[in-house]
């Protein structure tokens, strides 16, 4: 976990003769249920977990940022007064310009940065170090928690601030412009607006949230890293959100109302099943069901009814394996080494797929024996220790100003 005395001494080591003069903590999330439904319009059911990203930062004496990374160990600049790192860099590759001025990690900062002047926010010089217990690429929403933390800490060193949804909305254009991942609200909403000890019930078309409280203390969600990495850049994320779009213009020939595949009911699926490609037509099918899985089950929790819970998640998981085809193995593998455990309610891949994290909800005393049973259905078959760790329902990003000596 990280430590706040350690984060200050770490930033004025870093930045010697500057002071902090704010401590944001930006948490992850795991999504309980509502998978790749965000871009869809659909319904999401995440919590924020007790992982999160740590910033640090403090006025600069210069024009420029200054970020440090403790976990990639580098730094990026640019000057606030340059206009090139306000521009999309995948608009740059698209008309064959030059490339962009950032990849990997910097993209964010620059990113976020970028969002927010054009929001109407002119970022100051300001030295931010940037730390996290997140585990990166696991499904935890690593990169929304980045977003959010450097973007409390640009806005609190200019003085300024933004209202959280909008503040979401930023952090998420920060993505789709120049991390170039088309991604739904959902990571950017939940990791800004998470109440602690609920679930955040959240209509990504209207941004309507409703905070579900989780309603037994010894009924806990697991989470187990699979430590198998999914890149959302590489692709293949992009090819499923153009597939739903595939889809939603299929339903529009038939009524003209569909604006997405949030529209579309199980009689319009099946009604337009003869006439559509069957790839395509399954990922309508996950989108559909998984939207109906997300209201009964978020009833069932409102009801405290976890058996309930359970098998909504298992059959997102079947959902998501079968009929959108983002799972692996390994994420097979470990559900169903999860679900076979006395006591436990459900077990699902989380997040994007291709690797990352299943998380499962069982009563606590059924956390021994998950843990057992991922060491000799999982760890040894693929030589690798998954991480399994118990969580709670988290409150979202903190900003906190800090007081001088």
């Known amino acids: ?32 249920i509502g998978e790749h439904v965000d871009y869809n319009d659909g319904l999401v059911l995440p919590i924020a977990i007790d992982r999160a990203t740590y910033t ?5 004496n210069d024009d420029r940022i200054h970020v440090f990374s403790a976990a990639a160990s580098q730094t990026t600049e640019f000057d606030v007064h340059k206009e090139r790192w306000c521009e999309n860099p995948f608009s740059h590759r698209a008309h064959g310009g030059a490339p962009p001025v950032a990849t990997g990690w910097e993209t964010y ?15 100051v010089g300001t030295r931010i170090y940037v730390d996290t217990d997140l585990p990166v690429g696991a499904g935890l929403s690593s990169s929304a928690a980045l977003e959010v933390a450097v973007a409390l800490s640009l806005l609190a060193a200019a003085g300024a601030t933004i209202p959280p949804p909008e503040l979401a909305r930023v952090c998420r254009r920060a993505e789709h412009h120049y991390v170039g991942v088309p991604c739904g609200i959902m990571d950017q909403y939940a990791c800004m607006m998470a109440g602690a000890g609920s679930a955040l019930l959240l209509d990504c078309r209207d941004e309507q949230a409703v905070h579900i409280p989780w309603p037994d203390s010894e009924t806990v969600v697991l989470i187990i890293d699979s430590r198998c990495r999914h890149k959302l850049s590489d692709g293949t994320y992009a090819e499923r959100v153009h597939e739903c779009s595939l889809a939603v213009e299929r339903f529009k020939h038939a009524d003209p109302a569909v604006r997405s595949l949030r529209d579309v009911t199980p009689r319009q699926l099946l009604e337009q099943q ?33 058996a309930a819970f359970g098998r909504s998640i298992n059959e997102s998981h079947d959902s998501l394996c079968n009929d959108y085809e983002v799972s692996s193995p390994q994420l097979d593998d470990l559900a169903d080494a999860v679900r076979d455990v006395p006591g436990v309610y459900g077990a699902r891949m989380t997040g994007a797929g291709f690797g990352g994290c299943v998380v499962a909800v069982a009563p606590r005393a059924a956390v021994p024996p998950v843990e057992s049973a991922v060491r000799k259905c999982y760890d040894t078959k693929y030589g690798i220790n998954a991480l399994v760790f118990v969580t709670r329902p988290c409150r979202g990003a903190v900003a906190t100003m800090i007081e001088r000596p």
């Open 1 to 32: 976990m990280v430590n706040a005395e350690s984060l200050l001494t770490a930033f004025r080591r870093r930045f010697s003769g500057f002071e902090p003069t704010v401590l944001v903590r930006a948490p992850g999330r795991v999504n309980m």
């Open 56 to 60: 640090v930062a403090g006025r600069s």
């Open 109 to 123: 900062p620059r990113g976020v940065a970028a969002e927010l002047a054009k929001a109407g926010v002119r970022p």
């Open 274 to 306: 003869p006439s559509m490609e069957d790839v395509i037509y399954r990922r309508a099918r996950h989108v559909v069901s998984e939207i109906q899985r997300t209201r009964e089950a978020a009833e069932a929790l409102k009801h405290g009814d976890f």
